[in-house]
């Protein structure tokens, strides 16, 4: 599977942004696993943001973007996105799609629980 991560950019504090993550693979189809949106700024660990489970859609989110970040998902697209609103500068990172390994579990938030990284997006908050 293959995971493109899209929509990125730079804006201004207070901004919004909507990022995109279109699966693409043989057979492979987002309705059968949980969806991860990770992080990672220069120098710093790659942290959980969002993630989606695949039966039900319960969404999970870091505590630093509940309220603002919300995570969705098209089936029919094979498209994960995340909607972010109130955008800080400390939001400035690469942002990475994933898949969770295993779908018998809640939503993970160490990212060893997940596999096929896309390639990332860069997100740029300017104060």
């Known amino acids: 599977v293959q995971l493109q991560a899209s929509g990125g950019g730079l804006v201004q504090a207070g901004g919004s942004l909507k990022l995109s993550c279109a699966a693409s693979?043989?057979?492979?189809?987002?309705?059968?696993?949980?969806m991860g949106w990770f992080r990672q700024a220069p120098g710093k660990e790659r942290e959980f943001v969002a993630g989606i489970t695949w039966r039900d859609d319960i969404t999970n989110y870091a505590d630093a973007v509940k309220g603002r970040f919300t995570i969705s998902r098209d089936n029919a697209k094979n498209t994960v996105y995340l909607q972010m609103d109130s955008l800080k500068p400390e939001d400035t990172a690469v942002y990475y799609c994933?898949?969770?390994?295993?779908?018998?579990?809640?939503?993970?938030?160490?990212?060893?629980?997940?596999?096929?990284w896309g390639q990332g997006t860069q997100v740029t908050v300017s104060s």
């Open positions: 994933a898949v969770q390994r295993r779908a018998t579990i809640p939503i993970a938030k160490n990212p060893n629980e997940y596999r096929s």
């Open positions: 693979g043989r057979r492979f189809s987002i309705s059968s696993y949980h």
